[in-house]
């Protein structure tokens, strides 16, 4: 089972996802957030991770400047998007970099079932993530699961990852409900907001795997 460790900002933070064999490891581009790293960071962290391990820039409606200054400098294998973006922002973005873009999708209820369809025709992935709620300052990373029976069974034209709210305890249960192949944590692996736990990263992957 493929597991995605994002707001990684410390070297062993890194270890131990590597450690317990996740295949993603994110850095989060997004000042507001606690996990957020500066480019110089970041670098010395994706040239830390070994080779096999897909190194996922995390960005929130960032401009092509701000895309550009940070794939000058950190060796990032795919994109992130998790903000507002357009289908068709999606599609620039895929275009201008030549790198796989997964499109993060927040779900609260069956009216946003629709968006994953239309971002499945243009993204390399999809994120199905919990929505956050409208007074949130990040638009994940809140800990917040959602209805998974919305999207038990389902599949669409891309591999998609399962995030929100998880947990080494749910895992396994929301993997179960939806059917999902990979999944996505962050906050359910920390100590504290930003500060990740190595031991609940191990417990995670083990969780997830089993």
Same mark, same amino acid.
């Given at each position: 089972?493929?597991?995605?460790?994002?707001?990684?900002?410390?070297?062993?933070?890194?270890? *131990?996802?590597?450690?317990?064999?996740a295949a993603y490891v994110g850095f989060v581009?997004?000042?507001?957030?606690?996990?957020?790293?500066?480019?110089?960071?970041?670098?010395?962290?994706?040239?830390?991770?070994?080779?096999?391990?897909?190194?996922?820039?995390?960005?929130?409606?960032?401009?092509?400047?701000?895309?550009? $200054?940070?794939?000058?400098?950190?060796?990032?294998?795919?994109?992130?998007?998790?903000?507002?973006?357009?289908?068709?922002?999606?599609?620039?973005?895929?275009?201008?970099?030549?790198?796989?873009?997964?499109?993060?999708?927040?779900?609260?209820?069956?009216?946003?079932?629709?968006?994953?369809?239309?971002? *499945?025709?243009?993204?390399?992935?999809?994120?199905?993530?919990?929505?956050?709620?409208?007074?949130?300052?990040?638009?994940?990373?809140?800990?917040?699961?959602f209805d998974w029976s919305l999207i038990a &069974?389902?599949? %669409?034209?891309?591999? %998609?990852?399962?995030?929100? &709210?998880?947990?080494?305890?749910?895992?396994?249960? $929301?993997?179960?409900?939806?059917?999902?192949?990979?999944?996505?944590?962050?906050?359910?692996?920390?100590?504290?907001?930003?500060?990740?736990?190595?031991?609940?990263?191990?417990?995670?992957?083990?969780?997830?795997?089993?």
């Amino acid at each position: 089972m493929p597991v995605k460790i994002c707001g990684i900002t410390t070297q062993e933070s890194l270890q *131990a996802v590597v450690s317990a064999g996740a295949a993603y490891v994110g850095f989060v581009f997004f000042p507001k957030s606690p996990r957020n790293v500066d480019i110089p960071t970041a670098r010395d962290l994706a040239l830390a991770a070994p080779e096999g391990v897909c190194k996922v820039a995390l960005t929130v409606n960032a401009t092509d400047a701000e895309l550009d $200054a940070i794939l000058a400098e950190v060796p990032i294998d795919m994109l992130q998007l998790h903000g507002k973006e357009t289908p068709e922002r999606v599609a620039e973005v895929k275009a201008r970099y030549g790198l796989p873009v997964m499109k993060a999708v927040g779900v609260a209820d069956a009216d946003d079932l629709p968006a994953l369809n239309e971002y *499945a025709r243009v993204a390399d992935q999809l994120l199905v993530d919990a929505k956050p709620p409208k007074t949130a300052d990040l638009p994940g990373g809140n800990g917040l699961s959602f209805d998974w029976s919305l999207i038990a &069974g389902r599949r %669409w034209a891309v591999p %998609w990852m399962l995030a929100g &709210g998880l947990n080494p305890e749910n895992v396994a249960l $929301a993997m179960q409900k939806t059917g999902a192949r990979q999944v996505d944590v962050s906050s359910g692996v920390e100590s504290a907001p930003g500060v990740k736990d190595s031991a609940k990263i191990a417990a995670f992957c083990k969780a997830a795997s089993a």
